[in-house]
């Protein structure tokens, strides 16, 4: 059992992690979800006692993870792949972790077996690949046979196969009772293991929900309809329609009709009465990607802009170019080139401000987002700021 | 109650010797915050129907965990120590730097006419370049976690920080005196067995160095021996320990080798070029407390012709020098995120 309660942690001016209130329960998987840069890893840290909070606290079956009198025998924890000193064997590495705890030498054959590592137990981990890392790092989490796991991404870099091991071996473990926090950046991934999920974005809880019940409060169902090919003019009339009876259809790149926000009986009526032939009409619900990235998209740190190439055309030095400022730029820290001292902060949907080109990527995609939020919707950080004015 | 307060009951008394200071510092601040802020998540918990501990889903371990102490930070550390080779490395080329250049020089000496050092003394050219090794080694110890990220996977295996430090700093400690001790002790056979029977100038008889020569031989007095042998293993493991605290600061390899050459090598090149007369105490003063100066006092040649000094009181110096950082480092170690 993990409980997180309002935990926060700032560097300077930066919030990586807001007012986060969770718990992370035995005999379940529960995935972490959120975008790069959303908190995630911080998070973790704060768990493993490896940062300390600014605000709130955390403990690990009720205790404070540094009050563990025993910490690998109750809390295993797989960080990054590669926190391990390259020039030492991997069951050495595994030894003096084995030492640390007072965990006998005869298990860290065993767990080196568990993973699958035995053959390369003498080799030095520095020639290991990304796949080999992960599983000793997972290794070294199952060491003290913990009743507590904590994964940081598991499966980065690893082949189908060790996916498929990872994922079954969290679920045996999460089966035995233990408590199981996967992170993880993929949707894909978390809805194929876990159980539960909690999300983040920017640092803050987005959701703490089962599976099931962040499907079907997210996803959106929506139907496509497709009039007769060569005859636009049905198209027209029939987008005419159902926009006046409230519904929204938007177009898709294969002349068929996304719409939302009436029922499928609806649709065929309308069409009915306004003459409409239909060569398709069908119920579709939106995947778990696409309701996680409605979720986080506000919140993605990292947003790739449109290669104009302008760069390589004119050489003028200096100026920044449109789209290069840090996305989290904070009023507090002007940055040298940064235009805004005291200018309210980008937006979440479009930070670095418009770029030409910039709002087409989303209608192009096979289905188009919901409108973003409002441009002045409330800043989640401008609550950070004042509560701790330095 | 809060469970703090509960854990704190069922644990048994901290014991002795361990350093538990800082933590418990760290967790006097955060009391009153976790009393109220407990109770909401416990709440919760028993509304939820699930509970953290003794739930009957709740997995444990059938062997039931132990607590730690130092002793398992010591014997980890061991494991660290000796399974990488730049331990190997460093103290094969101090070896062979002391031995190598010990050997050397006392073949090119013996023979010949004595000088009026000491008999054990040219075992300091070899020492003062072994000691850098000794040096990269004590801040490597530390430092090559860092670089890694290793010190994330020791840190979560070992919460309590104070212990590995210490842990690494007596593993460390133990390792650079024994291997540097054995290595002048060889030196200083090799040179009393080569260059006792060098010529003696009749000048010698009358001097102040006539103390060294009996029955014809040149021979070393006890306090000689001691200082050549066991007080420099002494001094140069006492550096490495230094360089250890400093590479705990710094958390940078390259960083904390090069402040340890700067500590060890810039007072006496400072005071080289001091040559104004005004300038005479503070170069005096640079010299007497070189940390080059306290290595050439223990093997009875200090840098100043004057001193008398006989490197034991720089010794106990940079003893209490070290205790500082390292109490510094701790008290670091403890408060910052890693």
């Known amino acids: ?390 | 109650m809060s469970t703090q307060q509960q854990y704190q009951g069922q644990v048994p008394p901290q014991q002795p010797g361990r350093p538990s200071q800082p933590q418990q510092t760290g967790h006097a601040q955060q009391q009153a915050q976790p009393q109220q802020a407990q109770q909401v998540p416990q709440q919760q918990a028993q509304q939820h129907g699930w509970s953290g501990q003794g739930g009957g889903a709740t997995y444990t371990s059938p062997i039931p965990p132990r607590r730690t102490h130092l002793g398992n930070a010591i014997v980890s550390e061991w494991t660290k120590i000796r399974s990488v080779r730049s331990t190997v490395w460093t103290i094969a080329i101090m070896f062979a730097l002391v031995v190598g250049i010990g050997l050397l020089s006392a073949l090119a000496m013996s023979g010949g006419q004595y000088t009026g050092n000491p008999l054990l003394s040219s075992g300091l050219f070899g020492l003062m370049l072994g000691q850098i090794c000794v040096i990269t080694l004590g801040v490597l110890v530390i430092t090559s976690e860092y670089g890694t990220g290793m010190i994330r996977t020791t840190l979560t295996a070992c919460p309590q920080r104070g212990r590995v430090l210490m842990a690494k700093s007596l593993v460390f400690f133990v390792l650079a005196f024994v291997t540097t001790t054995v290595a002048c002790t060889i030196t200083a056979l090799i040179n009393s067995a080569l260059l006792s029977d060098q010529e003696i100038p009749s000048y010698v008889r009358n001097s102040s160095l006539a103390d060294s020569v009996e029955g014809g031989r040149i021979v070393a007095d006890s306090g000689e021996w001691l200082g050549a042998t066991v007080g420099a293993g002494l001094y140069v493991a006492l550096l490495g320990l230094l360089s250890l605290a400093v590479g705990a600061l710094l958390r940078h390899s390259a960083g904390a080798i090069t402040t340890m050459m700067g500590v060890v090598l810039l007072p006496l090149l400072l005071a080289m070029f001091m040559r104004a007369e005004a300038l005479e105490t503070v170069r005096d003063k640079l010299m007497e407390y070189s940390p080059l100066n306290g290595l050439g006092a223990l093997f009875g040649t200090p840098m100043l012709p004057e001193d008398s000094a006989s490197g034991w009181p720089l010794l106990g110096g940079l003893a209490g020098v070290t205790a500082v950082a390292l109490v510094v480092a701790c008290t670091l170690l403890n408060k910052r995120d890693v």
């Open chain 1, 1 to 390: 059992m993990i409980e997180a309660y309002g935990l926060t942690k700032r560097y300077g001016a930066k919030t990586a992690v807001y007012n986060l209130t969770f718990q992370v329960r035995p005999g379940a998987v529960t995935g972490f979800l959120g975008p790069n840069g959303s908190g995630k890893s911080t998070t973790m840290r704060m768990i493993l006692g490896l940062d300390t909070p600014t605000s709130g606290q955390v403990t690990v079956g009720g205790h404070a993870f540094k009050g563990l009198p025993n910490a690998p025998r109750q809390v295993g924890a797989l960080l990054d792949a590669k926190a391990v000193h390259g020039g030492r064997s991997a069951r050495n590495h595994l030894l003096s972790l084995a030492q640390l705890s007072g965990i006998p030498t005869r298990r860290v054959d065993e767990v080196l077996g568990v993973v699958g590592l035995q053959e390369v137990g003498k080799k030095r981990s520095k020639g290991f690949s990304l796949g080999m890392g992960q599983r000793l790092g997972i290794a070294a989490a199952l060491l003290g046979d913990p009743q507590v796991l904590l994964f940081d991404e598991p499966v980065n870099g690893l082949d189908p196969e060790g996916i498929l091991w990872v994922r079954n071996l969290m679920k045996r473990l999460a089966s035995e009772g233990r408590t199981v926090f996967v992170s993880s950046h993929l949707m894909s991934e978390m809805a194929q293991t876990a159980d539960h999920l909690i999300v983040i974005g920017r640092g803050q809880l987005m959701a703490d929900m089962s599976v099931n019940e962040f499907i079907t409060r997210n996803s959106v169902g929506f139907a496509r309809v497709r009039t007769p090919e060569g005859e636009p003019e049905q198209q027209e009339k029939l987008t005419a329609v159902l926009q006046e009876a409230g519904g929204q259809p938007q177009p898709e790149g294969d002349g068929a009709l996304r719409v939302t926000g009436l029922p499928l009986p609806h649709i065929s009526d309308l069409a009915h009465h306004a003459g409409v032939r239909l060569w398709e009409l069908s119920p579709h619900q939106a995947s778990l990607e696409e309701a996680y990235m409605r979720m986080t998209q506000g919140s993605v740190d990292y947003r790739s802009t449109v290669d104009e190439r302008a760069g390589l055309q004119q050489q003028m030095p200096g100026g920044p170019l449109p789209g290069q400022q840090m996305p989290g730029g904070l009023p507090g820290t002007p940055m040298p080139g940064q235009h805004m001292p005291g200018a309210p902060v980008p937006g979440p949907p479009m930070p670095g401000g418009p770029v030409p080109g910039q709002q087409m990527p989303a209608q192009q995609g096979g289905w188009a987002p919901p409108p973003p939020p409002p441009q002045d919707a409330p800043n989640p950080y401008a609550r950070a700021e004042g509560g701790d004015a330095r």
